[in-house]
């Protein structure tokens, strides 16, 4: 792991807890609000409450790590760890815009990355901003490589169907198959994310003669979506009522599916990378990453 750049004696990174969650998520708002209106994006999140909700459902979630720093005793930021699967995944990370360039996002991420290390995960991935340089440096300074350009999308839900492909609510049932076809594609499954979204009634598959040829935990920011192709992506973006969030993540390498985006009114966001650390495997087939990967 990289050495620990020098930080003030004042400043603690501990285990977060929900008592935590308001102080956080106010400040989560704030990071993403601040710097996204300075490079003339739209927040993140809509508003305060939604910070707080978000992180008051991390911290409490059994399947995510998450930690807090304070300097002189009063929280300046937070960051999660998602370990539902094989691959964790990072964020969100995000310090009191007053309180940065004092080292803390650098321990925050140390502290989740000897944790994945501690817990011997295959690998760790984010997604960032990619107008943000200063945290595509520090995550690339820590050893993180760029792997795929990703745009976020949003507009009116599309109401397409795809023919001879159909679309429906996934249940536990098919959690086989779904987890058989990520791995078919990425190398690994997303059992504990694609679970969670059975049990709340959010993700989908799309069937081929009876055969799921794809699925998502939700088209949208904090969803991920792996299909056998194009073809079966279109169908699930199609059917898909909204686009919670800000919008879905779209690798931008897969010209075919952001033109068929475009020519369905769909419209660009905002620039994201999608980065990662130890293992990594070249996408066999069609996919939408999450925020966390």
């Not at 998520?25 to 993140?44: K, L, Q, W």
């Not at 069937?207 to 079966?232: C, K, P």
Request: aromatic fraction near 6%.
């Amino acid at each position: 792991m990289t050495a620990p750049a020098t930080a003030p004696d004042s400043l603690v990174i501990r285990r977060a807890t929900r008592a935590d969650a308001d102080a956080c998520g106010e400040i989560c708002y704030n990071a993403f609000a601040t710097v996204n209106r300075e490079h003339n994006f739209p927040p993140d999140l809509p508003e305060p409450e939604a910070g707080k909700q978000l992180l008051a459902m991390l911290f409490s979630h059994p399947g995510f790590f998450c930690v807090v720093a304070e300097q002189n005793g009063e929280i300046i930021g937070s960051n999660c760890l998602d370990e539902r699967t094989a691959i964790a995944g990072v964020g969100p990370i995000t310090i009191n815009p007053a309180a940065q360039n004092v080292g803390a996002g650098r321990q925050l991420m140390l502290a989740v990355m000897a944790r994945a290390a501690e817990k011997n995960f295959a690998g760790v991935r984010l997604v960032q901003a990619a107008f943000h340089g200063r945290s595509l440096s520090l995550y690339a300074k820590l050893g993180f490589d760029i792997r795929e350009p990703l745009v976020v999308m949003q507009g009116p839900a599309l109401n397409v169907v795809a023919p001879g492909l159909s679309v429906r609510a996934a249940k536990a049932a098919d959690l086989e198959a779904c987890n058989a076809l990520c791995h078919r594609i990425h190398g690994h499954h997303r059992s504990g994310e694609l679970l969670d979204a059975i049990s709340q009634g959010i993700a989908s598959v799309v069937e081929n003669r009876g055969r799921i040829s794809g699925y998502s935990s939700l088209v949208g920011f904090f969803g991920h979506t792996v299909a056998e192709g194009n073809l079966d992506l279109q169908a699930l973006i199609g059917a898909s009522p909204a686009f919670p969030g800000p919008g879905f993540l779209l690798p931008t390498r897969n010209t075919e599916l952001f033109r068929w985006c475009l020519q369905q009114g769909l419209r660009v966001v905002e620039p994201m990378t999608l980065m990662s650390l130890g293992l990594y495997n070249t996408p066999s087939g069609a996919f939408l990453p999450s925020i966390l990967y």
